[in-house]
């Protein structure tokens, strides 16, 4: 039977709860979110937030009004300081990161507005100039120092905008927070691709990410909450786990041959970037150094661990939003288990009526198994972070940097240290 990876929750990750936190819980379970946070307009907010601002932390109160330091991407014309550039390869790249940023699904290069009730309106434009793939205009009422982003090809990104020297994380490291949570790099910087923020999943859900939801009339709830979502870290996460746990089968297959899609190696990467023979002494040092059973699920044997990741699978990532007695999540179905490439995704909807089903969300944490209809009876739980929402330093960009250790974690594993 195929597994299913869940990473639901409202868009930002957390893994250690604060007054603040329990305050907010209580108030949810006596007046069912009287702020707003969990409607669509909140959760829209929250995904837009953590990704333009690095923000974990659940919303304020004032959410509708607060605003936020833009700390995603660099400003290349100071006469323009709300005008910021990020490097990318291509349009659609360029399409995916509005999708990201917005949850739609646009599927070609074309103007489009997306709206949102207490939030803004983002504008992609696409413009396929040699020095600029495409814009996207920004009126955001919680990001008040942000006009424009221009997704600025990688060839016509200024050398002096990007980080210098050697990252300190590669492909498969594996952090600790102060939440004692383990994280996995699935995406590291790059100084040639002027990727500076590497991507990290984990597969280990604290109790605040898991709280209670209730409300007069409806069966009780217990749902994913501050899971992060970022859709190709999930692809990665599921590539990088599946080659770790065959990496001969891998290295056999693909030795000398193309791996992905065309010019492009392990983790979107430009082909070349990862040694395939590195694949194998990654597999060596985590088995060596007993890494599987640090990253794994709590209640999950490496074993079974492995089994899951090894079959195609479901992602379900998100929580599109609660509203009134309905509960919708966001799912991501893969395919490609036998040729190790598993960005093959076709993305669907699941629809729960809250006062005929009772969702607990604890067990697939756990042990990855449940009893949900609509979801399965397998199923993984998995959240996601950048560098700078790893750090916990992430309001002061000064203390990030691509080469130095995330601040506020433990290595735990760095192919580079071994």
């Known amino acids: 039977m195929a597994a299913v990876v ?9 893994c250690s709860s604060d007054d603040d936190d329990k305050k907010e819980n209580n108030e949810q379970k006596d007046t069912f979110d ?22 974990t932390d659940s919303l304020p109160n004032d959410w509708k009004t607060h605003t ?26 360029a399409i995916q990161y509005f999708n ?76 600790r927070d102060d939440g004692d949570c383990y994280w996995i790099c699935v995406r590291p910087c790059y100084q040639p691709s002027k ?9 280990n859900i604290p109790k605040n990410c898991m709280p209670d939801y209730a409300k007069a009339g409806l069966l009780a709830q217990r749902i994913p909450y501050n899971l992060g979502n970022k859709k190709l870290s999930r692809a990665y996460a599921v590539q990088l786990l599946s080659i770790l746990s065959r990496p001969t089968e891998f290295q056999q297959k693909y030795t000398g041959k193309h791996f992905g899609e065309k ?23 985590w088995d060596n150094k007993q890494i599987w059973s640090m990253v794994k699920p709590s ?6 661990f492995q089994n899951f990741i090894r079959e195609d699978l479901s992602l379900i990532f998100n929580t599109h939003h609660i509203m009134n007695a309905t509960l919708k999540i966001d799912i991501s179905k893969f395919t490609g288990a036998s040729d190790f490439y598993r960005t093959a995704q076709v993305d669907t909807e699941a629809t729960f009526d809250m006062q005929k089903t009772s969702f607990d969300i604890t067990s697939y944490a756990s042990k990855g198994t449940g009893a949900t209809n609509g979801i399965g009876n397998k199923a993984l739980v ?26 506020g974690t433990t290595d735990i594993y760095r192919f580079d240290a071994n």
């Open 6 to 14: 869940l990473g639901l929750g409202m868009y930002a990750t957390s």
């Open 34 to 55: 009287p702020y707003g946070k969990t409607t669509e307009s909140g959760n829209a907010c929250f995904n837009l937030l953590s990704q333009l601002a690095a923000v």
């Open 68 to 93: 936020y330091k833009t700390l995603e991407g660099s400003v290349l014309d100071e006469s323009q300081p709300f005008v910021r550039s990020i490097a990318i390869e291509d349009m659609a790249e």
């Open 100 to 175: 990201d940023l917005t949850g739609v699904e646009l599927g070609s290069a074309k103007t489009y507005t997306w709206k949102m009730e207490n939030v803004g309106t983002l504008t992609f434009t696409p413009m396929n100039q040699s020095e600029c793939i495409a814009t996207i205009d920004v009126n955001v009422t919680q990001l008040r120092d942000l006009t424009q982003l221009r997704l600025v090809p990688v060839s016509a990104f200024p050398e002096n905008a990007s980080f210098e020297g050697d990252p300190w994380y590669r492909l498969g490291d594996v952090v």
């Open 195 to 203: 990727i500076d923020q590497s991507w990290w999943v984990s597969f």
């Open 263 to 285: 010019g492009k190696g392990l983790s979107g990467l430009p082909e070349g970037a990862m040694p395939y023979e590195d694949i194998s002494k990654i597999a060596e040092n």
């Open 299 to 304: 209640g999950m044997s490496v074993s079974e």
């Open 382 to 407: 998995i959240r996601f972070k950048d560098g700078k929402q790893l750090s916990n330093t992430r309001n002061s960009l000064d203390n990030i940097s691509p080469t130095k250790p995330i601040e």
